[in-house]
C-alpha cells in the first residue's frame, strides 16, 4: 500500500512538472505543442551526454540542459510560430497549423537523437542511474534518485508558481493568457511574451527530462510522444490555464499510471490515452477550467 | 430535402483514361521507379480519403493512423495465420482487404460517434489519441499474444502485384467519394463544414451524416492498408502505426490546396517525389530536411499550390481587364 501511495506519487510530482509547462504555453500561445515530449527527451539526453562524457553530475546538468533548450525553443518560436500567429486568420487556424506544424518539430528531433546516437551508441538509452542506492520509507524499498527526481520536480513548480503570481512578468504573462486584446492595450508587447513563456515551457520540459533520466534506464528517442500525451492527459483532466489543476491532474495520473503499470505494463499507455479521450468527452475544460 | 449537382461527365472522363494509362505504366517502368510509384498512389490515396471527410466538414482528424494501421495489420495478421500457421480459411487477397474494410467501418463507427461531438482542437486531440489508443491496445494484445513480427507471404510482394493492388484500391477510393462529393450526401457534409448549425436547422441529420463520412473515408483507408500491407516483407507494430499516416495526410492537402478536389492529389505526388528526392540525395541527414520541408510547407504556403495557381489566373485576368477601364458613373 505505502509502495503505491509512495511510488504513484512519485510519478506524479514529475507528471505534474511536464504539464504545467505544456498547460502554460498553451494557455498564452494557444499553440498545442505536441512536440512537447520530444523536448523532454532532449533535456534527458543533453544529461545523459554531459555525464557520461564529462561526468557532470545530473543535477547540476539542469543547468546546462534547461538554458539550452530554453535557447532553442525561443529559436523555433521566433522563426516558426511567430509567423504563423501572424499569417494566421482565426484561432482555429493557428492551432491546426500549430499541430501540423509542431508534428513536424517533433519529427526533426526525434531523428536528430536518432541520428547523433548512431555516432554515440552509449547514448541509445539515455538513463543515467544516478544516485541507485535504495533506502527504505515506511518499509518500502526506494531508491534514492526517484525521492531526490520527486522533490526537485516540486520545487520547480513552486518556484513557476511564485514566478507567476508574484512578479510583473508573471503579470504580464497571466494578463496576456487571459486577455491577449486588453494587454496589448495595456503595453505588453504579447509577442514576446509568447516567445518568453514558449521557451519556458520547453525549458521545464527539459528539466523534467534531466529528473526522468536518472529515474528511467529505459528512455530513447522515440519514447517522447509519450509523455506529450501524459502532459495532455493531465492538461484536459486539470483545465487549461489552471495551475492548481495540473498539479493535482498530475498526480491521478501519476497514481493511475502506477497503478496499471503493476498490474498490466503494457497497458499504461493507453490508460492515459482513455484517460484523455473520455475526459474530452465529459468535460473538455476539465475540472478547474476556466 | 437537399438537391445533388449533377455529375459532370467531362470532368470524369478523364479518370479512367489515366487508370489505363497507369495500368499498363508498369511494363516501360524500372523496378526502382515502380516502386515510387506505389508509394504515390498510397498517399494520394490516403490524402483524397482523409480530405474526403476533413475537407469537407472541416473536422480536422488526426486518427487516420487507427484505420490504416488497422487495415495494414489486420491484413498481415490475417495472411500470415491462414498461410503459414493454417488457423483460418486462405482467402483471395482481394476479400481479405475486403474483410479489413469491413474492420475499419466498424471501428470508424464507435470511434465516429464518439469523438464527432467534440468540435475543433478537441476533436484533434481525440482523434490523435484514439489513433495511439488503437495502436497501444494492438501492441498489448500482440505481445500476451507472443507475437513480435508478422512475416507476409513472399509470393504476394511481387511489385507488379502490389502496384496493380494499389492501383485497383486508388481508383476505386476516387470514384466513390468523387461521387460521393457531387451528391447529396457531399453536400451536406459540406454545409456541416460551412455552418453545423444552419446545416441541422435546414434538416440535416448532423450527426449521421458526420459519422458516416467519416466512416466512409476510413473505410478508405483500411482498403488502403490493406493493398499497401503486401509491400513489406514483415510487419511490426510499430511501422504498421506510424504516425506518419496520420500528419502526413492533412500536409499533403495543404501542399495542394484545400479548397479543390486535385489539391490532396497534387500534394500527395509532390510531396512524395519531393521526400524521395531528398532521400536519395542526402541519405542520413534525410529526416532532419524533410521536416524542414514540412515546416516550410505550413509556413509559406497556407493556400497551397492550386491557391497559388489560382492567384495566377486571377491576376492575369487582372492584367487583361486592365485597358478597358471602369466605367465613368453618368454625372
Known amino acids: 500500500m505505502w509502495d503505491i501511495i509512495l511510488r504513484g506519487a512519485i510519478n506524479g510530482a514529475m507528471f505534474a512538472l511536464i504539464a504545467v509547462g505544456l498547460n502554460l504555453q498553451y494557455g498564452v500561445t494557444r499553440i498545442l505543442n505536441i512536440a512537447h515530449g520530444d523536448f523532454l527527451m532532449l533535456g534527458a539526453f543533453i544529461t545523459a551526454f554531459v555525464f557520461k562524457f564529462h561526468g557532470v553530475n545530473p543535477l547540476v546538468s539542469l543547468a546546462i540542459s534547461g538554458p539550452t533548450v530554453f535557447v532553442l525553443g525561443v529559436l523555433i518560436y521566433g522563426i516558426v510560430f511567430r509567423r504563423l500567429v501572424r499569417l494566421s486568420r482565426s484561432v482555429e487556424e493557428l492551432e491546426f497549423k500549430s499541430l501540423l506544424a509542431c508534428f513536424s518539430l517533433m519529427f526533426i528531433i526525434q531523428n536528430v537523437i536518432v541520428i547523433v546516437t548512431k555516432y554515440y551508441p552509449q547514448l541509445q538509452y539515455v538513463g543515467t542511474t544516478y544516485l541507485n542506492e535504495t533506502i527504505f520509507i515506511m518499509g518500502e524499498r526506494l531508491e534514492l534518485n526517484r525521492i531526490v527526481a520527486a522533490v526537485v520536480a516540486i520545487i520547480i513548480s513552486v518556484l513557476l508558481y511564485i514566478l507567476l503570481r508574484s512578479t510583473r512578468a508573471g503579470l504580464a504573462v497571466r494578463a496576456t493568457a487571459q486577455e491577449p486584446t486588453g494587454a496589448q492595450v495595456v503595453g505588453i508587447n504579447i509577442s514576446r511574451v509568447h516567445m518568453i513563456s514558449f521557451g519556458l515551457s520547453v525549458l521545464l520540459s527539459a528539466l523534467a527530462g534531466s529528473l526522468l533520466s536518472m529515474i528511467y534506464p529505459n528512455l530513447n528517442a522515440v519514447t517522447g510522444p509519450h509523455y506529450t500525451f501524459i502532459a495532455l492527459a493531465v492538461i484536459v483532466i486539470g483545465g487549461t490555464g489552471s495551475f492548481i489543476g495540473s498539479l493535482l491532474g498530475g498526480f491521478l495520473m501519476g497514481y493511475a499510471y502506477y497503478v496499471t503499470t503493476k498490474t498490466e505494463a503494457l497497458l499504461a499507455m493507453p490508460v492515459v490515452y482513455a484517460f484523455l479521450i473520455i475526459m474530452l468527452l465529459i468535460k473538455p475544460k476539465g475540472l478547474f477550467g476556466r | ?331
Not at chain 2, 499497401?228 to 511501422?239: E, H, L, N, P, Q
Open chain 2, 1 to 331: 430535402m437537399l438537391k445533388g449537382n449533377t455529375v459532370n461527365l467531362t470532368k470524369i472522363l478523364p479518370i479512367p483514361l489515366i487508370f489505363i494509362v497507369l495500368a499498363f505504366a508498369p511494363y516501360f517502368l524500372r523496378r526502382y521507379h515502380l516502386l515510387i510509384l506505389q508509394d504515390i498512389l498510397m498517399w494520394v490515396a490516403l490524402s483524397i480519403s482523409w480530405h474526403f471527410f476533413s475537407g469537407l466538414t472541416k473536422y480536422i482528424s488526426l486518427g487516420s493512423v487507427a484505420f490504416v494501421g488497422t487495415g495494414l495489420y489486420f491484413t498481415s495478421v490475417y495472411l500470415n495465420l491462414s498461410m503459414y500457421k493454417g488457423y483460418y480459411p486462405i482467402l483471395p487477397f482481394p476479400v481479405v482487404v475486403l474483410l479489413a474494410g469491413l474492420i475499419t467501418f466498424a471501428l470508424a463507427l464507435v470511434i465516429g460517434s464518439v469523438t464527432l461531438r467534440l468540435k475543433g482542437i478537441y476533436f484533434a486531440i481525440a482523434t490523435f489519441g484514439v489513433g495511439e489508443l488503437v495502436k497501444g491496445i494492438i501492441q498489448w494484445w500482440q505481445t500476451t499474444a507472443g507475437v513480435s513480427i508478422v512475416h507476409l507471404p513472399l509470393e504476394l510482394g511481387n511489385p507488379l502485384f502490389v502496384y496493380l493492388s494499389l492501383l485497383i484500391t486508388t481508383f476505386a477510393v476516387l470514384l466513390v467519394t468523387t461521387f460521393l462529393r457531387r451528391s447529396k450526401f457531399g453536400l451536406a457534409l459540406k454545409m456541416i463544414g460551412e455552418n453545423e448549425d444552419a446545416a441541422a436547422h435546414v434538416g440535416v441529420n448532423t450527426s449521421l451524416y458526420k459519422t458516416l463520412g467519416f466512416a466512409i473515408s476510413a473505410v478508405c483507408m483500411g482498403l488502403i492498408g490493406g493493398s499497401y500491407a503486401i509491400r513489406f516483407y514483415s510487419t511490426r507494430v510499430d511501422i504498421a502505426f506510424i504516425a506518419n499516416y496520420s500528419f502526413l495526410p492533412a500536409i499533403m492537402t495543404m501542399l495542394g490546396g484545400v479548397v479543390t478536389a486535385y489539391g490532396p492529389i497534387i500534394g500527395a505526388t509532390t510531396l512524395t517525389l519531393v521526400s524521395e528526392y531528398i532521400r536519395v540525395s542526402f541519405a542520413s541527414y534525410f529526416p532532419i530536411i524533410y521536416g524542414s520541408v514540412l515546416i516550410i510547407i505550413v509556413l509559406f504556403m497556407p493556400n497551397g499550390i492550386m491557391g497559388m495557381v489560382e492567384k495566377l489566373k486571377a491576376t492575369k485576368l487582372m492584367r487583361r481587364k486592365e485597358p478597358a477601364k471602369a466605367p465613368k458613373m453618368p454625372s
